[in-house]
Antibody, heavy 115, light 110 residues
């Protein structure tokens, strides 16, 4: 069974940093692109970033470009999101999602940016 | 303001059919495959439809997808109370070089 388990969320002050992790299991992680998608409280889904299987191609939403960095470690079956210069509008549940069909989704980790 | 346009809410009675629209442009829906997701209250989203009209294993055949030009739609037949959820369309945008989601449609089964 494919499993994606996010961790690393929490409360952080504006301007602070946080690193999210996603532990993948049940599939050949190194063969698939991966994504981060977020959902602010009571709002819709917003794509954040994508990374290809070998990290050759990386894409970011304009809203996070220059502040967030996506990376992966295929040896550890793990996906990461380094988030710097956090703002209140970054408050959201962050989901780790497999491949271009965005399937499946992890359970999400909540990031709250507040003073 | 989402790049893809969906009605914020729709409602229908049980056993009827409802069609949820998703409107985009030539750089997204007009050029690439559309996926649809269902998000039940308090849950993570789930893939409902991919490549415009393909149903993943395990998803009910009451769900169907279609696309024409720069618009796509998700149809649900034989509505059931368990279909009450938020539905999102998503597609790659060639101009933005990124994925875009519709704003989501909250479906109420009356």
């Amino acid at each position: 069974e494919v499993q994606l388990v996010e961790s690393g969320g929490g409360l952080v002050k504006p301007g602070g940093s946080l690193r999210l992790s996603c532990a993948a299991s049940g599939f050949t992680f190194r063969s698939y692109s991966m994504n981060w998608v977020r959902q602010a409280p009571g709002k819709g889904l917003e794509w954040v970033s994508s990374i290809s299987s070998s990290s050759t191609y990386i894409y970011y939403a304009d809203s996070v470009k220059g502040r967030f960095t996506i990376s992966r470690d295929n040896a550890k079956n793990s996906l990461y999101l380094q988030m710097n210069s956090l703002r209140a509008e970054d408050t959201a549940v962050y989901y780790c999602v497999k491949n271009n069909e965005f399937d499946p989704w992890g359970q999400g980790t909540l990031v709250t940016v507040s003073s | 303001q989402s790049v893809l346009t969906q009605p914020p809410s729709m409602s229908e009675v049980p056993r009827q059919r409802v069609t949820i629209p998703c409107s985009g442009s030539s750089s997204n829906i007009g050029s690439n495959a559309v996926n649809w997701y269902q998000q039940l209250p308090g849950k993570a989203p789930k893939l409902l439809m991919y490549n415009d009209d393909l149903v993943p294993s395990g998803v009910s055949d009451r769900f169907s997808g279609s696309k024409s030009g720069t618009s796509a739609s998700l149809a649900i037949s034989g509505l059931q109370s368990e279909d009450e959820a938020a539905y999102y369309c998503a597609v790659w945008d060639d101009s933005l070089k990124g994925w875009v989601f519709g704003g989501g449609t909250k479906l109420t089964v009356l």
